[in-house]
């Protein structure tokens, strides 16, 4: 793979270059002062060659970089060739930037599921269960798991609680695999929801990337009942906000505050933030930036409108998801105009806040 010669490099060989030709050319003393200068010189860029090429693959498009991990995301993206773009007249099945918004009737679910099988896709679930949201929500939202999310495909759960021990125990299918990471018990709701962009960042270096090609990160107060399968796969992808998907950009609810880092004035799409996922790189360079602006916002003593998902909306209209999963995906059964899904695949648990969250 042909790279550009970083611009901090290029000075710097310059600069040895240009003090290789004043160093003195007689005299031992000078010979060695001029010798010992230029080691020193060699060892500078080698030390910033290393540190560029260290972080160099997060620079580098998904698509572009070797690897066997990497050579099968890009054959999953060829797989939107399959989709069929006018199954489903009467919604948006494409966005402005040709990225496919996934409704049913437009996949084949066994081609998919044959395709991933071969390549043996491996698929990480995260899932936030801290406080009462664990004894409340958790049972059932894995036992969904277990009967809908990617059937045939290797799983991975990681369930991120304050409470290991009350962690349900269940009997798990073959190719599936639970493990439990503890977490800090944040004193507001506000900072749970915000925090775990820094958390899943840690779990996918740490843990998840090492095992798995692709994740999802859930609430946990949702079930899934129906096919959740390896057509949402993608390099990144979100999921259309089942209250906003058919309102104007006007309505949507970003934050318009102009002091916060998620402050958006325009957009494409209203995004949930209850589902988002990708490859472990997508993922990751979401969750960085979300985090980063969120302690920005902090150092600016600013809060955004709907903390995590605000930015998560920012992140999306600056990086395109490569993939955009529709309400059916994430339904709420209040909504009593459900005239667009033909597939309820995962829907909203009740609600029921001042019980559960932590003030």
Same mark, same amino acid.
């Given at each position: ?229 390896? @057509? #949402? &796969? ?5 999921? %259309?906000?089942?209250? /906003? !998907?058919?309102?104007?950009? +006007? ?51 600013? @809060? #955004? &409108? ?5 930015? %998560?909306?920012?992140? /999306? !209209?600056?990086?395109?998801? +490569? ?37």
């Amino acid at each position: 793979m042909n790279q550009q010669v970083p611009p901090t490099l290029r000075i710097c060989s310059s600069f040895v270059g240009k003090m290789k030709e004043q160093l003195p050319l007689s005299g031992s003393i000078s010979k060695a002062k001029g010798a010992g200068i230029f080691c020193c010189l060699l060892l500078l860029v080698a030390s910033l060659t290393f540190i560029y090429l260290k972080y160099l693959p997060y620079n580098v498009p998904v698509e572009t970089r070797p690897g066997a991990v990497e050579g099968t995301l890009k054959e999953t993206d060829t797989w939107n060739d399959t989709l069929n773009f006018g199954a489903r007249p009467e919604v948006k099945t494409r966005t402005s930037w040709n990225a496919p918004i996934v409704w049913e009737g437009m996949f084949d679910p066994n081609l998919y599921d044959q395709h991933h099988i071969r390549i043996k896709t491996t698929v990480a679930l995260t899932v936030f269960a801290v406080g009462r949201y664990l004894d409340a929500y958790l049972k059932t939202f894995l036992n969904s798991a277990e009967k809908h999310f990617m059937i045939g495909l290797q799983v991975r759960y990681y369930v991120f609680t304050d409470a290991p021990e009350k962690v349900p125990k269940f009997d798990f299918g073959p190719k599936r695999i639970l493990k439990v990471i503890k977490v800090e018990k944040y004193s507001r709701w506000q900072d749970i929801s915000m925090m775990r962009m820094k958390m899943i960042s840690e779990a996918i270096e740490s843990e998840i990337r090492h095992h798995c090609t692709y994740l999802f990160c859930f609430d946990v107060d949702q079930e899934l009942i129906g096919r959740f399968g390896s @057509e #949402a &796969l993608g390099d990144s992808v979100a999921v %259309l906000h089942a209250h /906003f !998907y058919r309102l104007q950009s +006007s309505q949507f609810t970003y934050d318009r505050n102009p002091k916060s880092t998620a402050f958006l004035d325009k957009g494409d799409f209203y995004y949930h933030a209850a589902i988002f996922g990708g490859s472990c790189d997508g993922v990751k360079n979401l969750a960085d930036a979300c985090y980063l602006s969120i302690m920005q916002d902090k150092i600016n003593d600013v @809060e #955004a &409108l709907w903390h995590d998902e605000s930015h %998560l909306n920012k992140y /999306f !209209y600056l990086h395109k998801p +490569s993939k955009v999963l529709s309400p059916e995906y994430c339904w709420d059964r209040w909504i009593r105009d459900n005239r667009d899904i033909r597939v309820m695949r995962l829907v909203w648990g009740p609600k029921n806040y001042e019980g559960l969250r932590t003030r």
